[in-house]
Protein backbone atom coordinates (compact mmCIF):
# COMPACT_ATOMS: atom_id res chain seq x y z
CA UNK A 1 0.00 0.00 0.00
CA UNK A 2 1.16 3.62 -0.12
CA UNK A 3 2.13 5.45 2.41
CA UNK A 4 3.27 9.16 2.84
CA UNK A 5 7.15 9.13 3.34
CA UNK A 6 7.30 12.39 5.01
CA UNK A 7 5.19 11.71 7.41
CA UNK A 8 6.86 8.17 8.27
CA UNK A 9 10.25 10.23 8.49
CA UNK A 10 8.12 12.82 11.65
CA UNK A 11 6.96 9.27 12.90
CA UNK A 12 10.02 7.41 13.25
CA UNK A 13 12.30 10.78 14.52
CA UNK A 14 9.40 11.33 17.23
CA UNK A 15 9.67 7.64 18.15
CA UNK A 16 11.53 5.25 15.97
CA UNK A 17 10.16 1.66 17.85
CA UNK A 18 6.93 2.80 17.41
CA UNK A 19 6.94 3.81 14.02
CA UNK A 20 8.90 0.41 13.12
CA UNK A 21 5.96 -1.70 14.94
CA UNK A 22 3.35 0.12 13.07
CA UNK A 23 4.71 0.19 9.70
CA UNK A 24 3.12 -3.56 9.24
CA UNK A 25 0.11 -1.15 8.26
CA UNK A 26 1.17 -0.69 4.91
CA UNK A 27 1.20 -4.01 3.87
CA UNK A 28 -1.61 -5.02 2.24
CA UNK A 29 -3.36 -8.16 3.56
CA UNK A 30 -4.70 -10.53 1.24
CA UNK A 31 -8.18 -11.94 1.65
CA UNK A 32 -7.92 -15.94 2.92
CA UNK A 33 -9.06 -17.15 -0.26
CA UNK A 34 -6.10 -15.30 -2.05
CA UNK A 35 -3.42 -16.10 -0.26
CA UNK A 36 -0.27 -18.48 -0.23
CA UNK A 37 -0.30 -21.23 -1.51
CA UNK A 38 -3.72 -20.06 -3.20
CA UNK A 39 -1.73 -17.69 -4.88
CA UNK A 40 0.41 -19.31 -7.25
CA UNK A 41 3.55 -18.69 -9.69
CA UNK A 42 2.29 -18.42 -13.73
CA UNK A 43 5.04 -20.36 -15.69
CA UNK A 44 4.60 -21.45 -19.58
CA UNK A 45 5.22 -25.15 -19.76
CA UNK A 46 7.32 -26.61 -22.77
CA UNK A 47 5.97 -29.92 -24.74
CA UNK A 48 8.30 -32.64 -23.63
CA UNK A 49 8.49 -33.23 -27.30
CA UNK A 50 9.28 -29.70 -28.44
CA UNK A 51 11.28 -28.47 -25.07
CA UNK A 52 13.80 -31.65 -26.82
CA UNK A 53 13.53 -30.15 -30.62
CA UNK A 54 14.73 -26.89 -29.17
CA UNK A 55 17.76 -28.38 -27.08
CA UNK A 56 18.18 -30.37 -30.20
CA UNK A 57 18.85 -27.32 -33.17
CA UNK A 58 21.14 -26.25 -30.18
CA UNK A 59 23.20 -28.59 -29.73
CA UNK A 60 22.96 -29.36 -34.11
CA UNK A 61 23.81 -25.77 -34.48
CA UNK A 62 26.90 -25.92 -31.73
CA UNK A 63 28.26 -28.54 -34.00
CA UNK A 64 28.41 -26.41 -36.91
CA UNK A 65 25.52 -27.65 -38.79
CA UNK A 66 22.79 -25.39 -40.32
CA UNK A 67 19.23 -26.03 -40.27
CA UNK A 68 17.18 -26.76 -43.46
CA UNK A 69 13.44 -27.42 -44.39
CA UNK A 70 13.04 -29.99 -46.34
CA UNK A 71 10.15 -31.18 -48.32
CA UNK A 72 7.48 -33.03 -46.54
CA UNK A 73 5.39 -33.80 -49.84
CA UNK A 74 7.20 -36.18 -52.08
CA UNK A 75 6.33 -37.67 -55.40
CA UNK A 76 5.89 -41.53 -55.53
CA UNK A 77 8.84 -41.49 -57.90
CA UNK A 78 10.90 -39.85 -55.93
CA UNK A 79 11.05 -42.86 -53.52
CA UNK A 80 11.77 -45.09 -55.92
CA UNK A 81 14.53 -43.26 -57.12
CA UNK A 82 15.95 -43.16 -53.49
CA UNK A 83 14.67 -46.82 -52.35
CA UNK A 84 15.07 -48.76 -55.57
CA UNK A 85 13.97 -52.42 -55.33
CA UNK A 86 12.71 -51.62 -51.47
CA UNK A 87 10.41 -48.99 -52.90
CA UNK A 88 7.05 -50.85 -52.91
CA UNK A 89 7.64 -52.12 -49.22
CA UNK A 90 8.68 -48.40 -48.78
CA UNK A 91 4.94 -47.19 -50.08
CA UNK A 92 3.10 -49.32 -48.29
CA UNK A 93 3.82 -47.63 -45.03
CA UNK A 94 3.36 -44.52 -46.72
CA UNK A 95 0.21 -42.01 -46.66
CA UNK A 96 -1.13 -40.86 -49.95
CA UNK A 97 -2.62 -37.77 -50.21
CA UNK A 98 -5.89 -37.15 -52.05
CA UNK A 99 -8.12 -34.57 -52.98
CA UNK A 100 -11.81 -34.12 -54.22
CA UNK A 101 -12.39 -33.80 -58.05
CA UNK A 102 -14.06 -30.45 -59.14
CA UNK A 103 -17.23 -31.26 -60.72
CA UNK A 104 -18.09 -30.38 -64.62
CA UNK A 105 -22.08 -28.99 -63.49
CA UNK A 106 -24.04 -28.25 -66.14
CA UNK A 107 -27.37 -25.86 -65.75
CA UNK A 108 -30.37 -27.45 -67.26
CA UNK A 109 -33.75 -25.92 -67.51
CA UNK A 110 -35.02 -28.09 -64.62
CA UNK A 111 -32.01 -26.73 -62.60
CA UNK A 112 -32.87 -23.19 -63.66
CA UNK A 113 -36.25 -23.25 -62.56
CA UNK A 114 -35.24 -24.36 -58.96
CA UNK A 115 -32.63 -21.52 -58.78
CA UNK A 116 -35.17 -19.11 -59.80
CA UNK A 117 -37.31 -20.50 -56.99
CA UNK A 118 -34.40 -19.82 -54.65
CA UNK A 119 -33.01 -16.72 -55.38
CA UNK A 120 -36.00 -14.69 -56.56
CA UNK A 121 -36.43 -12.55 -59.19
CA UNK A 122 -32.90 -13.65 -60.53
CA UNK A 123 -32.85 -13.08 -64.56
CA UNK A 124 -30.52 -14.83 -67.48
CA UNK A 125 -27.61 -12.61 -66.71
CA UNK A 126 -27.20 -13.83 -62.86
CA UNK A 127 -27.67 -17.44 -64.25
CA UNK A 128 -25.25 -16.53 -66.70
CA UNK A 129 -22.98 -15.54 -63.99
CA UNK A 130 -23.68 -18.65 -62.12
CA UNK A 131 -22.67 -20.94 -65.10
CA UNK A 132 -19.44 -18.87 -65.37
CA UNK A 133 -18.23 -19.15 -61.58
CA UNK A 134 -18.75 -22.72 -61.85
CA UNK A 135 -16.74 -22.73 -65.04
CA UNK A 136 -13.87 -20.96 -63.17
CA UNK A 137 -13.89 -23.16 -60.39
CA UNK A 138 -13.55 -26.57 -62.42
CA UNK A 139 -10.29 -24.83 -64.45
CA UNK A 140 -9.20 -23.88 -60.83
CA UNK A 141 -9.15 -20.20 -60.99
CA UNK A 142 -11.41 -20.00 -58.16
CA UNK A 143 -10.54 -21.95 -55.29
CA UNK A 144 -13.04 -24.09 -53.13
CA UNK A 145 -13.15 -22.14 -50.35
CA UNK A 146 -13.99 -18.68 -52.45
CA UNK A 147 -16.71 -20.42 -54.41
CA UNK A 148 -19.51 -19.03 -52.07
CA UNK A 149 -18.52 -15.51 -51.60
CA UNK A 150 -17.41 -15.30 -55.23
CA UNK A 151 -21.21 -16.33 -56.16
CA UNK A 152 -22.58 -14.41 -53.39
CA UNK A 153 -20.81 -10.91 -54.37
CA UNK A 154 -21.69 -11.33 -58.29
CA UNK A 155 -25.18 -12.24 -57.59
CA UNK A 156 -25.78 -9.35 -54.96
CA UNK A 157 -27.50 -12.12 -52.86
CA UNK A 158 -26.27 -13.19 -48.86
CA UNK A 159 -24.36 -16.46 -48.66
CA UNK A 160 -27.20 -18.01 -46.98
CA UNK A 161 -29.06 -18.23 -50.26
CA UNK A 162 -25.64 -19.56 -52.40
CA UNK A 163 -25.55 -22.27 -49.68
CA UNK A 164 -29.09 -23.31 -50.27
CA UNK A 165 -28.47 -23.47 -54.26
CA UNK A 166 -25.13 -25.66 -54.31
CA UNK A 167 -27.47 -28.05 -51.56
CA UNK A 168 -30.66 -28.15 -53.40
CA UNK A 169 -29.36 -27.92 -57.40
CA UNK A 170 -25.73 -28.89 -57.56
CA UNK A 171 -25.91 -32.43 -55.40
CA UNK A 172 -22.74 -33.09 -57.32
CA UNK A 173 -21.05 -31.87 -54.53
CA UNK A 174 -22.10 -33.63 -51.73
CA UNK A 175 -21.87 -36.65 -54.12
CA UNK A 176 -17.93 -36.15 -54.12
CA UNK A 177 -15.30 -38.83 -53.07
CA UNK A 178 -11.60 -38.43 -52.65
CA UNK A 179 -9.19 -39.23 -55.78
CA UNK A 180 -6.09 -40.46 -55.20
CA UNK A 181 -2.59 -38.76 -56.01
CA UNK A 182 0.72 -39.87 -56.13
CA UNK A 183 2.20 -37.65 -53.42
CA UNK A 184 3.27 -39.04 -50.70
CA UNK A 185 3.54 -37.89 -46.69
CA UNK A 186 7.15 -37.89 -45.87
CA UNK A 187 7.85 -41.25 -44.26
CA UNK A 188 11.60 -40.62 -43.58
CA UNK A 189 13.54 -37.43 -43.65
CA UNK A 190 15.59 -39.10 -46.31
CA UNK A 191 13.07 -38.76 -48.87
CA UNK A 192 13.67 -35.11 -48.62
CA UNK A 193 17.29 -34.65 -48.20
CA UNK A 194 18.49 -35.82 -51.62
CA UNK A 195 15.56 -33.48 -53.35
CA UNK A 196 17.06 -30.99 -50.78
CA UNK A 197 20.85 -31.74 -51.78
CA UNK A 198 20.62 -31.69 -55.10
CA UNK A 199 18.72 -28.45 -55.36
CA UNK A 200 22.20 -27.25 -53.68
CA UNK A 201 24.43 -28.24 -55.79
CA UNK A 202 23.04 -25.74 -58.35
CA UNK A 203 24.24 -22.86 -56.57
CA UNK A 204 26.69 -24.12 -53.80
CA UNK A 205 30.13 -25.87 -53.24
CA UNK A 206 30.98 -28.53 -51.08
CA UNK A 207 30.98 -29.46 -48.16
CA UNK A 208 27.79 -29.16 -46.51
CA UNK A 209 26.70 -30.07 -42.86
CA UNK A 210 22.98 -29.78 -42.57
CA UNK A 211 20.34 -30.38 -40.22
CA UNK A 212 16.68 -30.55 -40.08
CA UNK A 213 14.26 -31.76 -37.65
CA UNK A 214 10.94 -32.06 -38.44
CA UNK A 215 7.80 -34.38 -38.67
CA UNK A 216 7.78 -37.48 -40.59
CA UNK A 217 4.47 -39.67 -41.55
CA UNK A 218 4.15 -43.73 -40.85
CA UNK A 219 1.23 -45.57 -41.76
CA UNK A 220 1.65 -47.69 -39.04
CA UNK A 221 -0.42 -51.04 -38.32
CA UNK A 222 -1.34 -49.53 -34.86
CA UNK A 223 0.55 -47.30 -32.49
CA UNK A 224 1.46 -48.58 -28.96
CA UNK A 225 3.70 -46.99 -26.03
CA UNK A 226 6.47 -46.40 -28.47
CA UNK A 227 5.01 -45.84 -32.28
CA UNK A 228 3.20 -43.02 -33.35
CA UNK A 229 1.91 -42.84 -36.66
CA UNK A 230 3.67 -39.34 -37.04
CA UNK A 231 6.48 -38.47 -35.43
CA UNK A 232 9.67 -35.88 -35.21
CA UNK A 233 13.26 -37.13 -36.86
CA UNK A 234 16.12 -35.16 -35.91
CA UNK A 235 18.22 -35.67 -39.26
CA UNK A 236 21.47 -34.31 -40.10
CA UNK A 237 23.61 -34.74 -43.50
CA UNK A 238 27.36 -34.19 -44.15
CA UNK A 239 27.72 -34.41 -47.98
CA UNK A 240 32.10 -34.51 -48.91
CA UNK A 241 33.81 -36.25 -50.99
CA UNK A 242 36.01 -37.51 -47.98
CA UNK A 243 33.20 -38.67 -45.12
CA UNK A 244 33.50 -41.70 -44.20
CA UNK A 245 31.72 -44.05 -41.68
CA UNK A 246 33.78 -42.54 -38.84
CA UNK A 247 31.84 -38.82 -39.13
CA UNK A 248 28.80 -40.84 -38.45
CA UNK A 249 30.26 -41.77 -35.05
CA UNK A 250 31.80 -38.77 -34.62
CA UNK A 251 28.43 -36.68 -35.13
CA UNK A 252 26.16 -39.26 -32.99
CA UNK A 253 28.53 -38.96 -30.15
CA UNK A 254 28.81 -35.24 -30.10
CA UNK A 255 24.95 -35.16 -30.34
CA UNK A 256 24.41 -36.94 -27.59
CA UNK A 257 26.49 -36.50 -25.60
CA UNK A 258 25.07 -33.13 -24.94
CA UNK A 259 22.13 -34.82 -23.75
CA UNK A 260 23.60 -36.62 -20.72
CA UNK A 261 25.38 -39.94 -22.51
CA UNK A 262 28.45 -40.82 -21.21
CA UNK A 263 29.41 -44.04 -23.40
CA UNK A 264 28.89 -45.83 -26.78
CA UNK A 265 28.38 -48.25 -29.10
CA UNK A 266 28.28 -48.91 -32.48
CA UNK A 267 26.32 -51.91 -34.18
CA UNK A 268 26.42 -53.16 -37.96
CA UNK A 269 21.92 -52.96 -39.01
CA UNK A 270 20.56 -56.07 -40.47
CA UNK A 271 17.75 -53.91 -41.87
CA UNK A 272 20.70 -53.19 -44.93
CA UNK A 273 18.70 -50.24 -46.84
CA UNK A 274 19.19 -50.04 -50.43
CA UNK A 275 19.70 -46.51 -49.47
CA UNK A 276 22.94 -46.62 -47.79
CA UNK A 277 26.20 -48.45 -49.23
CA UNK A 278 26.32 -51.63 -48.09
CA UNK A 279 28.38 -51.99 -44.35
CA UNK A 280 28.20 -48.35 -43.51
CA UNK A 281 24.42 -48.64 -42.40
CA UNK A 282 24.87 -48.28 -38.28
CA UNK A 283 23.00 -48.94 -34.91
CA UNK A 284 23.88 -46.41 -32.29
CA UNK A 285 24.13 -47.16 -28.81
CA UNK A 286 24.36 -45.05 -26.42
CA UNK A 287 25.04 -45.24 -22.20
CA UNK A 288 22.43 -42.99 -19.97
CA UNK A 289 22.92 -43.33 -16.24
CA UNK A 290 19.48 -42.39 -15.87
CA UNK A 291 18.28 -45.63 -17.70
CA UNK A 292 20.64 -47.92 -15.32
CA UNK A 293 18.80 -49.94 -12.98
CA UNK A 294 15.32 -48.43 -14.14
CA UNK A 295 12.24 -50.62 -14.34
CA UNK A 296 12.49 -50.42 -18.13
CA UNK A 297 13.66 -52.87 -20.72
CA UNK A 298 16.82 -50.58 -20.79
CA UNK A 299 18.04 -51.32 -17.16
CA UNK A 300 21.41 -51.71 -18.18
CA UNK A 301 21.47 -48.17 -19.36
CA UNK A 302 22.45 -48.90 -22.86
CA UNK A 303 19.98 -47.63 -25.40
CA UNK A 304 19.05 -47.66 -29.62
CA UNK A 305 19.15 -43.69 -29.80
CA UNK A 306 19.99 -43.66 -33.64
CA UNK A 307 21.07 -44.82 -37.12
CA UNK A 308 23.34 -43.34 -39.41
CA UNK A 309 24.85 -44.45 -42.89
CA UNK A 310 26.29 -43.91 -46.06
CA UNK A 311 24.23 -42.79 -48.99
CA UNK A 312 24.72 -45.26 -51.90
CA UNK A 313 25.85 -44.08 -55.00
CA UNK A 314 23.35 -45.54 -56.99
CA UNK A 315 20.90 -43.61 -55.33
CA UNK A 316 22.63 -40.03 -55.52
CA UNK A 317 23.34 -40.42 -58.82
CA UNK A 318 19.05 -40.40 -59.73
CA UNK A 319 19.59 -36.88 -58.26
CA UNK A 320 23.44 -35.62 -60.01
CA UNK A 321 24.98 -35.81 -56.68
CA UNK A 322 28.59 -36.80 -56.99
CA UNK A 323 30.01 -37.33 -53.89
CA UNK A 324 29.36 -39.41 -50.80
CA UNK A 325 26.68 -38.26 -48.02
CA UNK A 326 26.79 -39.20 -44.50
CA UNK A 327 22.96 -39.47 -43.03
CA UNK A 328 22.25 -39.65 -39.07
CA UNK A 329 18.69 -39.58 -37.85
CA UNK A 330 17.13 -40.14 -34.25
CA UNK A 331 13.44 -40.32 -32.94
CA UNK A 332 12.93 -37.21 -31.13
CA UNK A 333 10.20 -38.47 -28.87
CA UNK A 334 12.38 -41.44 -28.36
CA UNK A 335 15.20 -39.13 -27.01
CA UNK A 336 12.27 -37.14 -25.43
CA UNK A 337 11.12 -40.28 -23.17
CA UNK A 338 14.07 -40.97 -21.97
CA UNK A 339 14.81 -37.31 -20.57
CA UNK A 340 11.46 -36.92 -18.98
CA UNK A 341 11.13 -40.54 -17.50
CA UNK A 342 8.25 -41.65 -19.98
CA UNK A 343 6.64 -44.66 -20.18
CA UNK A 344 4.39 -44.36 -23.07
CA UNK A 345 5.22 -42.14 -25.91
CA UNK A 346 1.80 -41.79 -26.62
CA UNK A 347 1.05 -40.17 -23.50
CA UNK A 348 4.30 -38.19 -23.37
CA UNK A 349 2.86 -36.61 -26.56
CA UNK A 350 -0.55 -36.64 -25.83
CA UNK A 351 -1.19 -35.85 -22.18
CA UNK A 352 -4.79 -34.26 -22.46
CA UNK A 353 -6.11 -37.82 -24.02
CA UNK A 354 -6.92 -39.81 -21.28
CA UNK A 355 -6.86 -43.44 -22.44
CA UNK A 356 -3.36 -42.58 -23.15
CA UNK A 357 -1.99 -42.87 -19.22
CA UNK A 358 -2.85 -42.32 -15.58
CA UNK A 359 -4.05 -39.15 -14.64
CA UNK A 360 -1.49 -37.59 -12.29
CA UNK A 361 -2.00 -34.63 -10.51
CA UNK A 362 0.14 -32.54 -8.85
CA UNK A 363 0.00 -31.99 -4.66
CA UNK A 364 0.41 -28.32 -4.99
CA UNK A 365 -2.04 -28.54 -7.58
CA UNK A 366 -4.91 -30.72 -6.22
CA UNK A 367 -4.68 -28.40 -3.00
CA UNK A 368 -5.48 -25.28 -5.20
CA UNK A 369 -8.87 -27.26 -5.65
CA UNK A 370 -10.18 -26.64 -2.16
CA UNK A 371 -12.27 -23.39 -1.97
CA UNK A 372 -14.32 -21.65 0.65
CA UNK A 373 -17.92 -22.14 0.52
CA UNK A 374 -18.62 -18.44 1.82
CA UNK A 375 -16.25 -15.51 2.37
CA UNK A 376 -17.15 -11.95 3.86
CA UNK A 377 -17.33 -9.56 1.08
CA UNK A 378 -16.82 -6.34 3.46
CA UNK A 379 -13.45 -5.18 4.77
CA UNK A 380 -15.35 -5.22 8.32
CA UNK A 381 -16.18 -8.88 7.77
CA UNK A 382 -12.68 -10.04 6.97
CA UNK A 383 -11.76 -8.09 9.92
CA UNK A 384 -14.33 -10.38 12.36
CA UNK A 385 -13.01 -13.06 10.49
CA UNK A 386 -9.19 -12.51 11.68
CA UNK A 387 -10.65 -11.53 15.22
CA UNK A 388 -12.37 -15.07 15.71
CA UNK A 389 -9.43 -17.10 14.62
CA UNK A 390 -7.21 -14.88 17.03
CA UNK A 391 -9.41 -15.26 19.82
CA UNK A 392 -9.31 -18.99 19.59
CA UNK A 393 -5.83 -19.23 19.19
CA UNK A 394 -5.49 -16.67 22.44
CA UNK A 395 -8.01 -18.62 24.12
CA UNK A 396 -8.86 -22.03 23.05
CA UNK A 397 -7.79 -24.05 25.79
CA UNK A 398 -9.82 -22.18 28.53
CA UNK A 399 -12.03 -24.36 29.77
CA UNK A 400 -15.96 -23.99 29.62
CA UNK A 401 -18.47 -22.33 30.46
CA UNK A 402 -16.57 -19.20 29.15
CA UNK A 403 -16.76 -16.63 26.54
CA UNK A 404 -14.85 -13.87 25.46
CA UNK A 405 -14.97 -10.54 23.39
CA UNK A 406 -13.13 -10.99 20.15
CA UNK A 407 -14.38 -7.85 17.94
CA UNK A 408 -16.81 -5.10 18.26
CA UNK A 409 -17.69 -2.62 15.41
CA UNK A 410 -19.42 -1.34 12.44
CA UNK A 411 -20.87 -3.90 10.13
CA UNK A 412 -22.85 -3.64 7.33
CA UNK A 413 -23.89 -0.11 9.15
CA UNK A 414 -24.97 -2.12 12.27
CA UNK A 415 -23.01 -2.08 15.72
CA UNK A 416 -21.87 -5.75 15.64
CA UNK A 417 -20.68 -7.49 19.16
CA UNK A 418 -18.55 -10.96 18.00
CA UNK A 419 -18.43 -13.56 21.14
CA UNK A 420 -16.76 -17.03 21.11
CA UNK A 421 -18.04 -18.84 23.21
CA UNK A 422 -18.10 -22.27 25.41
CA UNK A 423 -21.92 -22.86 27.16
CA UNK A 424 -20.70 -26.55 28.35
CA UNK A 425 -18.23 -27.78 31.52
CA UNK A 426 -15.72 -30.50 31.28
CA UNK A 427 -14.54 -29.04 27.53
CA UNK A 428 -12.07 -26.63 25.97
CA UNK A 429 -13.49 -23.38 24.18
CA UNK A 430 -11.66 -24.82 21.06
CA UNK A 431 -12.01 -28.74 20.34
CA UNK A 432 -8.99 -31.04 19.13
CA UNK A 433 -9.45 -30.24 15.70
CA UNK A 434 -10.30 -26.95 15.71
CA UNK A 435 -6.50 -25.80 14.15
CA UNK A 436 -6.36 -28.58 11.91
CA UNK A 437 -4.82 -27.74 8.61
CA UNK A 438 -6.28 -29.17 5.27
CA UNK A 439 -3.63 -30.22 2.62
CA UNK A 440 -3.09 -32.51 -0.44
CA UNK A 441 -0.61 -35.47 0.41
CA UNK A 442 -0.20 -37.90 -1.80
CA UNK A 443 -3.34 -37.36 -3.70
CA UNK A 444 -5.46 -37.29 -1.00
CA UNK A 445 -7.29 -34.79 0.90
CA UNK A 446 -6.57 -34.57 4.55
CA UNK A 447 -7.50 -32.51 7.43
CA UNK A 448 -4.51 -32.92 10.13
CA UNK A 449 -3.14 -31.76 13.27
CA UNK A 450 0.38 -29.94 13.57
CA UNK A 451 2.02 -33.03 15.21
CA UNK A 452 5.08 -35.19 14.23
CA UNK A 453 2.71 -37.84 12.71
CA UNK A 454 1.80 -35.79 10.01
CA UNK A 455 5.33 -34.13 9.47
CA UNK A 456 5.61 -35.34 6.33
CA UNK A 457 1.85 -34.31 5.41
CA UNK A 458 2.77 -30.36 6.44
CA UNK A 459 6.59 -29.92 5.05
CA UNK A 460 5.42 -29.36 1.76
CA UNK A 461 3.97 -25.73 2.25
CA UNK A 462 3.12 -25.90 -1.56
CA UNK A 463 0.86 -28.70 -1.06
CA UNK A 464 -1.44 -26.53 1.63
CA UNK A 465 -4.36 -25.30 0.85
CA UNK A 466 -4.02 -22.22 3.32
CA UNK A 467 -6.75 -22.92 5.02
CA UNK A 468 -7.79 -24.21 8.95
CA UNK A 469 -10.89 -25.61 10.12
CA UNK A 470 -10.55 -22.61 12.16
CA UNK A 471 -10.13 -20.21 9.65
CA UNK A 472 -12.35 -21.12 7.18
CA UNK A 473 -14.98 -21.42 9.76
CA UNK A 474 -14.13 -17.72 10.64
CA UNK A 475 -15.42 -17.01 6.82
CA UNK A 476 -18.61 -18.23 7.06
CA UNK A 477 -19.14 -17.24 10.41
CA UNK A 478 -18.17 -13.91 9.30
CA UNK A 479 -20.25 -13.80 5.89
CA UNK A 480 -22.90 -15.10 8.10
CA UNK A 481 -22.87 -11.89 10.65
CA UNK A 482 -22.97 -9.71 7.46
CA UNK A 483 -26.26 -11.10 6.15
CA UNK A 484 -28.07 -11.38 9.18
CA UNK A 485 -26.99 -7.91 9.86
CA UNK A 486 -27.95 -6.75 6.52
CA UNK A 487 -31.35 -8.85 6.98
CA UNK A 488 -32.15 -6.77 9.91
CA UNK A 489 -31.56 -9.48 12.41
CA UNK A 490 -30.79 -9.01 16.22
CA UNK A 491 -28.46 -11.80 16.79
CA UNK A 492 -26.63 -14.94 14.53
CA UNK A 493 -24.88 -17.31 16.08
CA UNK A 494 -22.22 -19.98 13.91
CA UNK A 495 -21.05 -23.02 15.22
CA UNK A 496 -19.29 -26.19 14.15
CA UNK A 497 -19.23 -30.03 15.54
CA UNK A 498 -18.27 -32.81 14.55
CA UNK A 499 -16.37 -32.66 11.11
CA UNK A 500 -16.61 -35.14 8.39
CA UNK A 501 -16.97 -33.61 5.09
CA UNK A 502 -15.16 -30.38 4.13
CA UNK A 503 -18.09 -28.43 4.02
CA UNK A 504 -18.95 -28.84 7.20
CA UNK A 505 -16.05 -26.73 7.76
CA UNK A 506 -16.97 -23.81 5.08
CA UNK A 507 -14.73 -26.04 2.45
CA UNK A 508 -15.23 -27.78 -1.02
CA UNK A 509 -13.40 -29.59 -3.52
CA UNK A 510 -14.10 -28.14 -7.34
CA UNK A 511 -15.47 -30.06 -9.40
CA UNK A 512 -11.72 -31.06 -11.54
CA UNK A 513 -10.48 -31.68 -7.86
CA UNK A 514 -13.36 -33.88 -6.91
CA UNK A 515 -12.84 -35.68 -10.45
CA UNK A 516 -9.31 -36.16 -9.46
CA UNK A 517 -9.96 -38.03 -6.59
CA UNK A 518 -13.03 -39.97 -7.31
CA UNK A 519 -11.90 -41.32 -10.76
CA UNK A 520 -8.00 -42.44 -9.09
CA UNK A 521 -9.98 -43.78 -5.76
CA UNK A 522 -8.36 -40.90 -3.47
CA UNK A 523 -9.71 -40.00 -0.33
CA UNK A 524 -11.12 -36.78 1.59
CA UNK A 525 -10.57 -37.33 5.00
CA UNK A 526 -11.04 -34.39 6.92
CA UNK A 527 -12.70 -35.70 10.33
CA UNK A 528 -12.50 -34.49 13.64
CA UNK A 529 -14.13 -32.88 16.53
CA UNK A 530 -14.38 -28.78 16.97
CA UNK A 531 -17.19 -28.12 18.50
CA UNK A 532 -16.46 -24.02 18.17
CA UNK A 533 -19.39 -21.08 18.63
CA UNK A 534 -19.10 -17.46 18.10
CA UNK A 535 -22.25 -15.37 18.89
CA UNK A 536 -23.19 -12.01 17.40
CA UNK A 537 -24.88 -9.30 18.79
CA UNK A 538 -26.34 -6.81 16.36
CA UNK A 539 -27.07 -3.46 17.12
Known amino acids: MKFD ?24 KNKLEESYPRMKPVFGKPHPVYETIRRLRDAYMRMGFAEYMNPLIVEERDIYKQFGDEAPAVLDRCFYLAGLPRPNVGISDERIRKIKEIIVGIDDDGIEIIRKVLHAY ?44 SKTLRSHMTSGWFITLSELLERNEPPFSLFSIDRCFRREQQEDASRLMTYYSASCVIMDENVTVDHGKMVAEGLLSQFGFEKFMFRPDNKRSKYYAPDTQIEVYAYHPKLDGSDTKYSDGWI ?37 DAKDMR ?22 QVELIKTPKTDAG ?11 KEHGKEAGPCEFEVWKGELCGKTVTVTIAEPESDTSLAGPATFNEVVAYNGDILGVPNQKKWEKALENHSAKTG ?44 DLGQRYVTGNNKKIDVRGPVFTTVLFKIE
Not at 314 to 321: D, H
Not at 382 to 392: F, L, N, T
Open 304 to 340: EVATFGIYAAPALSEYNIPMPVMNLGLGVERLAMILY
Open 382 to 392: REVADAIVKGY
Open 5 to 28: PEQVRREKNENFEKAWIESGKYIK
Open 347 to 368: YMTYPQFSQYGDWEMEDSELAR
Open 467 to 510: FTFVNAFAAAAAAEAEEAAEAGASEHESRVRMVKMLSEVNMKLT
Open 138 to 181: KKGTIEGDDLVSELSEQLNVTDIFVVELIEKVFPEFKELKPEGT
